[in-house]
């Protein structure tokens, strides 16, 4: 049987649990960067406060060679310390292949990465693409209801980060920087 003191142990970790999850996650800034203005530009890429609730980013690429019929990002989870650390696993993501909606045991920035695709992007099938990314007010407010849910983190300054290649080269960063208080 449990005694006292296990019970006690387990109640401090479900009210830690739960101020976790209460806790605030704030976007602060999103950067996009090309690193090869020949091949494509961001059109825009910001961040806009509608008002204290409602908040979305918006982007939109401007390739100069399409169709596109490679592409894969990878995502990490960076948390500063004195510097930016990876806090998660890079994973890897083929763009090319749009999944159809089955749930599997996937890593948990898969599925959020797919769940936007679906709902906030223009990337909404499979390759061949043939016209430009748009992310279309995306609410700051439903990455941060999934975010916390699959990653209840401590508090701090983090960032969502984002390479995308094609062909194999680097062509662009996507970072998304956010406060946890
Ligand atoms: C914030 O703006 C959105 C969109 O215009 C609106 O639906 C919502 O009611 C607003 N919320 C507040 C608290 O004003
Ligand atoms: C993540 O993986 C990609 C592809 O393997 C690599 O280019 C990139 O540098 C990695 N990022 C970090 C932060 O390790
Ligand atoms: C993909 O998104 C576009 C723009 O939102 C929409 O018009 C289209 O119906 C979507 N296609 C699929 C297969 O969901």
């Known amino acids: 049987m449990f005694s006292k003191g296990i019970i006690l142990f387990f109640l401090v ?6 101020t976790q999850i209460s806790s605030k996650l704030e976007f602060t800034n999103v950067k996009c960067n090309s690193k090869d203005k020949k091949f494509f530009e961001f059109e825009y890429c910001y961040i806009k406060s509608v008002n204290r609730s409602y908040k979305y980013i918006s982007l939109k690429t401007r390739f100069y060679s399409l169709p596109i019929n490679e592409a894969t990002a990878s995502l990490q989870i960076l948390r500063r310390f004195r510097s930016f650390m990876p806090i998660t696993m890079n994973v890897t993501v083929d763009i090319c292949k749009f999944k159809t909606g089955k749930k599997s045991i996937l890593n948990p920035m898969l599925e959020l990465f797919d769940d936007v695709s679906k709902k906030y992007t223009n990337l909404n099938h499979s390759c061949p693409y043939d016209h430009d990314l748009v992310i279309e007010k995306l609410p700051t407010d439903y990455l941060n209801r ?18 995308w290649f094609h062909k194999g080269i680097e062509r662009a960063t996507i970072r998304i920087y956010s406060t946890i208080s």
């Open 13 to 18: 970790i479900l009210i830690y649990d739960i």
């Open 146 to 163: 999934h975010f916390t849910d699959v990653l209840p983190l401590p508090p701090g300054e983090y960032v969502f980060n984002s390479i």
